[in-house]
């Protein structure tokens, strides 16, 4: 991470010139981009999940992020809730007022999946005990046949 952090700001430093600001298009979006992708995603092994990983990082890595009102994260169905957008001030104080606001559980939507992921998730975690249960049951009545057949 840090040598990823330090090539990020060397790139900016570089584009900026000897100024303190530099406008958003002007930033080396695309290779910091690929670095980023490279380096989060280096273990994973799913293409899907690469996929959203990568879907991620476009949405988050783009001079629009620098707009007001700008949606790094759109809610299911391109709703309000869900979504997570940009803080309208430029100042540490209005970030960390921005990150105290953050739910203490995100929505999985901020992740890019369906508002609904953790009830299917639960769904098939139940799905799965219950075709354990009777597979555990079978066994315990093979078991008690068969000690009363000895």
């Known amino acids: 991470y840090e040598c ?57 890595l783009t001079p629009s992020a620098y707009d007001v009102g700008h949606k790094l994260v759109e809610g299911a169905d391109n709703q309000e809730e869900g979504s997570l957008v940009v ?11 921005w990150i105290h606001k953050l739910p203490e559980r995100e929505p999985p939507t901020y992740l890019g999946l369906p508002a609904n992921a953790e009830k299917l998730l639960l769904v098939g ?19 008690e046949q068969l000690m009363v057949e000895a």
Do not use: C
């Open 4 to 60: 990823s952090a330090f090539i990020i700001d060397t790139w900016v430093e570089k584009a900026a010139g000897n100024r303190t600001n530099i406008a958003p298009q002007s930033i080396p979006w695309e290779m910091i981009r690929y670095l980023v992708t490279e380096t989060y995603g280096g273990k994973i092994d799913n293409e899907g999940d690469f996929k959203q990983l990568n879907e991620l990082v476009h949405s988050f």
């Open 87 to 97: 803080p309208s001030g430029t100042s540490l104080q209005d970030f960390m007022a």
């Open 125 to 143: 975690l139940g799905r799965s005990l219950i075709g354990n249960l009777k597979k555990v049951t079978e066994l315990l009545e093979e078991g």
